[in-house]
């Protein structure tokens, strides 16, 4: 199976909102209930946003959330800030076969 | 809160083994989640490697796993990741990170900074 499909990059202005999709396959996002979302900013690590397509953790700002329709789910930033700048990287579980597959990673600019 | 943080040596020759160790804090590895390796090479996303249960049970991608080995060090609260032959393809940033089983599935809740290794 391929990593999944997302933009490269995805900019915006502080307060817009963006929309980061990730586009997968009847054999991982459209077969569960498993995408999860991460934020990876410099010389941090991985910090989870959303788990189980569009749970939100604990602590995490509710400016982000998630939706999903068939094989492709979206992550939403809004009211962008500036520390919101980073890579963000979708996942899925994929099955018994392979557990997880990753996005191809999106990098968020703020203008 | 779990803290994770991986090392070992950052420069690898090819056809060597690769050796990183995760060590775990705030948690411990006997318990109910599984323990998991992803990469990330230059310019690409991430890539997961393969995860360890507390039993030892593992699960790895099958495109790695004729390389891969993972394995626990429960004394230490630590576990480990040897990928065998390596070759230029395996120069990437590998992370340790939970794979939590606790009132979620499937989903990496904790995260080390991450171990830069260079197969040169």
């Known amino acids: 199976q391929s990593a999944l499909t997302q933009p490269a990059s995805v900019s915006g202005s502080p307060g817009q909102s963006i929309t980061i999709s990730c586009s997968g396959s009847?054999?991982?996002?459209?077969?569960?209930?498993?995408v999860s979302w991460y934020q990876h900013r410099p010389g941090r690590p991985p910090k989870l946003l959303i788990y189980e397509d569009t749970e939100r953790p604990s602590g995490v700002s509710n400016r982000f959330s998630a939706s999903k329709s068939g094989n492709t789910a979206s992550l939403t930033i809004s009211g962008l800030r500036v520390e919101d700048e980073g890579d963000y990287h979708c996942?899925?579980?994929?099955?018994?076969?392979?557990?997880?597959?990753f996005g191809t990673g999106t990098k968020v600019s703020v203008l | 809160q779990v803290q994770l943080q991986e090392s070992g040596p950052g420069l690898v020759k090819p056809a060597e083994t690769l050796s990183l160790m995760c060590a775990v804090s705030g948690a411990s590895i006997s318990g109910s989640d599984w323990w998991a390796w992803v990469r990330q090479s230059p310019g690409k996303g991430l890539e997961w490697i393969g995860e360890?249960?507390?039993?030892?049970?593992?699960n790895y991608n099958p495109s790695l796993e004729s390389r891969v080995t993972i394995s626990l060090d429960k004394a230490k609260n630590q576990f480990s990741l040897k990928l065998t032959s390596v070759t230029a393809a395996d120069t990437a940033v590998y992370f340790c990170?939970?794979?939590?089983?606790?009132?979620?599935?499937?989903?990496?809740?904790?995260w080390g900074l991450g171990a830069q290794v260079v197969v040169s």
């Open positions: 360890i249960y507390r039993s030892g049970s593992t």
């Open positions: 990170a939970r794979d939590a089983r606790t009132g979620t599935l499937y989903n990496f809740d904790s």
């Open positions: 996942c899925s579980y994929a099955g018994s076969r392979i557990l997880f597959i």
């Open positions: 009847d054999r991982d996002v459209g077969a569960y209930g498993f």
